[in-house]
């Protein structure tokens, strides 16, 4: 039995009867896992992923030492309101893929289907609901979530502030760009952030937001010429580190943590050796468990994951001075607002200029949109002649990885990438 099984297993001892004791081994790996990061982290990875696991890694360890200065928000929530009143914020894929990480997934979702929830729920949703309505993962101060992407979002938010009794915030989103979508939101931005002062006690400061809007900006500009470089450059990476770019460009995203990480990034990606291998674009969530996904994207210098659609949803300059409309604007016109053809042009737009070898869909079971947009997808792809494989398995649930299947078609579909069949 591995280390990480055992560790699990003694969770989920813990768990039924005593949850706090559970709770103190889960902060007690949090605390191992940060110093390993720190001091002991694999030097083949190069040094920008290492700081920005590093930061990650802190962030939850406080988000769950003090629930009193914590928000759980999705990846769309306006994150840069949130950063302006010095809180920690958590969200359901960020907590769910760490606890999936500790080998505890089977028993969140066990406990959440057994309480009620839905067993088609998506698996990161019934994680982070069992996680909380367990008992072991302490409430949070405050919730928000956004209309965008995805309905268990709502849901499941709703649920856990009922259950907790969690002050929390739900911003509806238009589909339709207008300025009268734009005035709405902009409306609901104010109220949600004369909830959080009320909340924290704390009266919003609007020149941070803008330094952070400024900072946001500088960001995604360095990632932008980051992602064209690595065309050629060899950057070794992990399907773990790719998730951890939600991370860095949607929960913190304005930090100057964050900023200096990009930049870090970029300079290393320059000054990388030339690569001459296989480049993917991924599509959707990564499985970081699975073997196969492991052994070919984990370190591999003939195969990496040069991008991933995620990390590209907003890609506009936020105007400083105009923090709130550029907010409002950030969230309508993201991909993921409306029709799936906005997500389906965004990829074929980018992966028209960064010219991948090949492009991955992971339909990450539970989520309708990865899985009914692929095929409007797969012929955006045909389009340009752009090989694509469509994968289906599970984030975090290693009970639901069809690992034969994933092996047999990701292994033809990189052996005819190599053959040029395509």
Known sequence: MDIVRAYGN???????????????????????????????????????????????????????????RTVWANLFAPVEILQCFGVHTLSIEMLSSFLSGMGTEDYFMDFAENEGIAPTLCSYHKNFIGAIDSGIIPPAAFAVTTSIICDGNVCTFRHLADTHQIPSFLLDIPEHDSPE?????????????????????????????????IRENASKECYNRTLKMMRTKAYPSTLTLQMYLLFANHLNIGTPQILDFYRQMEAEVAAAPEFH???????????????????HFNLNPDYQIQGIELSLDYTEPLDADRPLEALAKKMIR?????????????????????QPDGVINFCHWGCKQSAGGAMILKDK???????????DGDGIDRRNSHDGQIKTRLEAFLEMIRDKEY
Do not use: C
């Not at 902009?186 to 952070?212: G, P, S």
């Open 10 to 68: 003694l969770i989920k001892k813990q768990a039924p009867e005593r949850p706090n004791a559970a709770l103190r081994i889960i902060k007690l790996g949090f605390a191992l896992e940060s110093f390993r990061t720190k001091h002991l982290a694999n030097r083949d990875i190069p040094a920008a992923w290492r700081t920005l696991n590093h930061y990650a890694v802190g962030e939850v360890r406080k988000a769950l030492r003090h629930p009193d």
């Open 181 to 213: 979508a734009e005035a709405y939101v902009v409306e609901q931005l104010r109220e949600l952030i004369a909830q959080l002062e009320e909340t924290f006690r704390k009266n919003m400061d609007y020149d941070m937001l803008r330094e952070i809007l």
């Open 277 to 295: 291998g296989t480049n993917i674009f991924w599509v959707h969530l990564l499985p970081w468990y699975q073997q196969t996904l492991k052994s």
């Open 334 to 354: 993201n991909i993921y607002n409306g029709s799936y053809e906005r997500k389906a042009d965004m990829v074929q737009s980018v992966v028209k200029e960064i």
């Open 381 to 391: 792809m045909q389009e340009i002649g752009m090989p694509f494989l469509i994968l």
